[in-house]
């Protein structure tokens, strides 16, 4: 049992939520991720790791609710109990001292970006970071990225906060500046999947290698199901065990947004199911 010692809400949607996980956290390392299960029969929830702490033990998830077990986890408070936290799994990101990294986030996707951010920085690598949101009430984790950032841009949709526009378009600006220098030599994005497609899209034509993270497509999270399968220059992958580190460039992106599309009937009607279930429970006519 893994014990919630820390939950944070970011909106009616998102949360961050803190737990004692100690073997965990002592081999956590950027880019990999969590199977978590609320309870004995419940369903295996992928999520990737947003933080981790060596010393306490901790591992930390920022989670948006997309479903009726991550609306379920929702409920949670400081003191409970999580039945399985199994991980670290997936590859780490591959991290090495560059001249220069741009790390773009987006949403929910700027949680993970923020380990590697860390990691680039404390290698040495010049970072700059790009992280977007719908609106300025749903930004968090600002200090966090200002600390290990050289550069830092905020975007968001409405212009409520910092820029306003898709963080696609300052990447564009910087690599347009930069393109005499070369100074830039690896693009990291993760968020949603149309944002990572736009943003490998930007960098091909200046041959930048770009690393985009395909962490939202796992089911089980151990290679056995196939529901993570991409193609990845013209090969079949398994972002669970091949990734979810992927190049950008390679990424068929057609294919890969077809498929992601795939479970959305029975998730919404797993989500309408439970959530039916609750309003039963709150007028007393269930347990």
């Given at each position: 049992m893994y014990k919630v010692i820390q939950k944070e809400s970011f909106s009616d949607t998102t949360f961050l939520m803190e737990v004692e996980a100690q073997d965990v956290a002592r081999a956590a390392k950027p880019g990999q991720f969590l199977i978590v299960r609320l309870g004995e029969g419940r369903e295996r929830i992928p999520l990737t790791i947003a933080d981790f702490d060596r010393e306490k033990g901790t591992v930390t998830m920022v989670v948006q609710v997309v479903g009726k077990s991550t609306k379920e986890m929702s409920y949670l408070k400081v003191g409970d109990y999580i039945q399985d936290v199994a991980g670290p799994l997936g590859r780490p990101s591959h991290i090495e001292k560059r001249n220069k990294v741009v790390l773009v986030g987006g949403g929910l996707g700027v949680a993970p970006v923020y380990p590697i951010l860390r990691a680039h920085k404390e290698a040495g690598s010049h970072t700059i970071s790009i992280i977007g949101f719908r609106n300025k009430s749903l930004i968090f984790w600002e200090e966090r990225f200002r600390r290990y950032s050289d550069e830092l841009i905020i975007c968001t949709d409405d212009g409520?906060?910092?820029?306003?526009?898709?963080?696609?378009?300052?990447?564009?600006?910087?690599?347009?500046?930069?393109?005499?220098?070369?100074?830039i030599e690896e693009v990291i994005a993760i968020g949603p999947m149309i944002m990572m497609k736009v943003i490998s899209e930007v960098t091909k034509p200046y041959g930048i290698k770009t690393t985009v993270s395909l962490n939202t497509?796992?089911?089980?999270?151990?290679?056995?199901?196939?529901?993570?399968?991409?193609?990845?220059?013209?090969?079949?992958?398994?972002?669970?065990v091949d990734g979810p580190d992927f190049d950008g460039h390679e990424v068929d992106w057609e294919n890969l947004?077809?498929?992601?599309?795939?479970?959305?009937?029975?998730?919404?009607?797993?989500?309408?199911?439970?959530?039916?279930?609750?309003?039963?429970?709150?007028?007393?006519?269930?347990?």
């Open positions: 409520s906060y910092g820029r306003k526009g898709l963080v696609s378009l300052p990447l564009q600006e910087i690599l347009e500046t930069d393109e005499k220098r070369r100074g497509i796992m089911l089980d999270g151990m290679g056995m199901c196939g529901g993570c399968r991409v193609t990845v220059g013209g090969g079949d992958k398994f972002a669970c947004l077809k498929r992601q599309k795939r479970y959305e009937k029975e998730e919404k009607l797993s989500l309408r199911l439970f959530d039916e279930h609750c309003k039963l429970v709150e007028r007393g006519l269930l347990k």
